[in-house]
């Protein structure tokens, strides 16, 4: 015991005086366990929630303020139009106001010279349509409007919080079904989930319209929206 204790006394001592930063100690690192890293997907197709519309008023006039209060006029017009459809207010959003002078070219001069002449003023609306069984409905209210330009239905999901969550757990299975393949082929065991990495989430994908020949109506496909889901999942394998 007494030699035990003198040997670590002179080694704390040698350890004081010698020079450990020129000391050449190798390459130390700790090396991880073994890991397998796959790539789990998941899609599934969802009926379209909602459809968006732009219903648009342009007016050129060579008198600003005539300009402005004709399309406004006429866009408080459809805008009372689709709230008697049905639509609420918060579900219809100014888009874009536009208020400019067109020019005008000289040609009786050389060169060319130009000059102010007459406004054109635009307004924009979207509208959402929560409802899409009444996509035609709507589509035949606003061709029946003032309005100049109409575009739409944009088609799109509304609420995919419970979808995406579904989708991930389904993702993650995806990868553990593939690891499994894997370490079964390699002759080992899969083991637990070490990291699970979110990849590209697909959004909504707009489907062509199937425009029929109907005698009334727009005949119109809500159609479907597919959701995807990818995941990098990184397993233990003993």
Known sequence: MVFAIGLAGLLLVGAYFVPWQTKNWGKIEFLPGSTITVTGEAKREEASQIATFTAGVSVTNEDQNKAVNEVNTKAKAIIDAVKNFGIDEADIQTQNISIYQIPEVEIQTFPPQTRESGWRVSNSIVITLRNVDRVSELADLLAGTQATEVSGPNFALDDTSAAQVDLLAQAIEDARTKAQKVAEASGRKLGKIITVTEGASGGPIFRALE????????????????????????FELK
């Not at 029929?212 to 005949?219: I, K, Q, R, Y």
């Open 211 to 234: 425009v029929g020949t109907a005698d009334s109506g727009v005949p119109i496909e809500p159609g479907t929206e597919t959701l995807s889901k990818a995941v990098t999942v990184v």
